[in-house]
């Protein structure tokens, strides 16, 4: 009888064991399932070889059964339990699936958002294991371990930074010329801000214009780059403006803004363009007014833009007004220090929360573009006024910013991260073998030069 006991007891042991190793195997090939490239479109469903893909379970060790996996992407307007009755799927299973991951809080499927990769697992028209990409370098599987029940797991990759060098010279736009090189939506769009001051894109970027970017990339164990961050250092070189500017957080307001090598803010008083993507369509000065047909002042530069483009703030201030005007149509007008006022009109709409008395900050969204008042198409109208006297705010000569130099203790810190910028820049200059044995050089903090 004792013998019948151990013996029973081995048994249960090693189904346990035989069982973790099923779980075990089989989250390690979803991981390798996922190492590569996620398809956009939805895939026909494919059977896995059977070698690949055993789940090892004690009572019937050596009967490996095929699976079948399919590849796709959540639709525009799809629920994630939609996407698994696309599938075939059975509602039982896909519901319990589900759960398992909003139960484990991983998952929030109010919140999901189009083009989410999915792939499911499935045997003998059973559910055996979901897998979702929910973002980078973050995935969640549920398998089934007991029947119906589902165990949820999360995997995330160890993501490294680094910093990534870019240089090139303008050939079509600095948009696309920037992401030919390998910086993303977000760093070209950076790029751009904190020139915002100095340049106008639309109009004062030329061909053979020189550029160039540090931008923090995240990388996965397997060197692949996860996503893409904070720019480090913006420089550009051309025709309208030929400067530099390092990323710098101040320690006394604990403010992040670019600076020169000098330590001169890029920040203005004043933004030169309240409006991004927008075209100038019509100057400061005497013109004819396309609606009246009478010769009169033009106070202020049109831009012209698609309706409901964001208008931003061009200077910390107060709302005076924002309100219908007359020919203006909705208007906003900005007192700001030192006599300065700043007007938007013919706004389709305001932004959140604008109205008199609202104080507001440099690039806060005042305002949408529109076709209010008297006004031909859909174009921001904008002013700028000096002690009460409309000024042209394309050549107007605006006050700097914060001078670091000003605080020594200050710029002794920015010049030590100005120097380690400088450092990965300088290393991406060298060829591969030098730059291997850089690699052990210390930088400017004492650290290691992490290979580029």
Known sequence: MEHVIRTLSDRSRFAQAGMFVATFVFILFVIGAFSGETEAAESEPEVIPTLATVLFEAEDYGHPRPMVRQDTTLQPRETLSGLMSRLDIPAGDAHRAMMSLIDA??????????????????????????AIDIEPGRRLLTK???????????????????????RGTITNSLYRDGR????????????????????????ELYPGDEFELVYDVMVDERGEVIRRGDVHYAALRGGAVDK?????????????????????????????????????????????????????????TDFAAPTGTPVYAAGHGTVERASRNGGYGN??????????????????????????GKRV?????????????????????????????????????????RKLEMAPEMFAEFQVRRDEIDAARALSDLPEPALMAANDLPTANGNAVENH
Request: charged share 20%; hydrophobic share 35%; proline share 4%.
């Open 361 to 401: 900050r440099q690039g806060d969204i005042i305002g949408y573009v529109g076709s209010t008042g008297a006004s031909t198409g859909p174009h921001l109208h904008y002013e700028v006024h000096v002690n009460g006297r409309a000024v042209n705010a394309m050549t107007l000569k605006l006050p700097t910013g």
């Open 180 to 203: 030919e090189l390998g910086a993303g939506d977000q760093q070209v769009v950076d790029f751009a801000q904190v020139f915002a001051y100095d340049v106008d894109f639309q109009r």
């Open 244 to 300: 530099a500017f390092y990323r710098f957080t101040t320690g006394d307001d604990n403010v992040t803004d670019y600076f020169q090598f000098n330590g001169e803010s890029a920040t203005r008083f004043l933004m030169k363009t309240p409006i991004n993507g927008a075209r100038l369509s019509s100057s400061f000065g005497p013109r004819r007014h396309p609606i009246s047909g009478y010769n009169r002042m033009h106070k202020g």
């Open 331 to 356: 208007y906003v007008r900005i007192r700001h220090a030192n006599g300065y006022k700043t007007a938007y009109a013919h706004l389709s709409r305001y932004g959140p929360g604008i109205r008199s």
């Open 105 to 130: 809080g991983y998952i929030d499927t109010r919140r999901l958002r189009p083009g989410l990769a999915v792939s499911t697992f499935t045997d003998e028209a059973e559910l055996t294991a979901l």
């Open 144 to 166: 089934r371990v007991d029947g119906s029940s589902f165990l949820p797991v999360e995997i995330k990759s160890k993501l490294s930074v680094r910093q990534e060098v870019i």
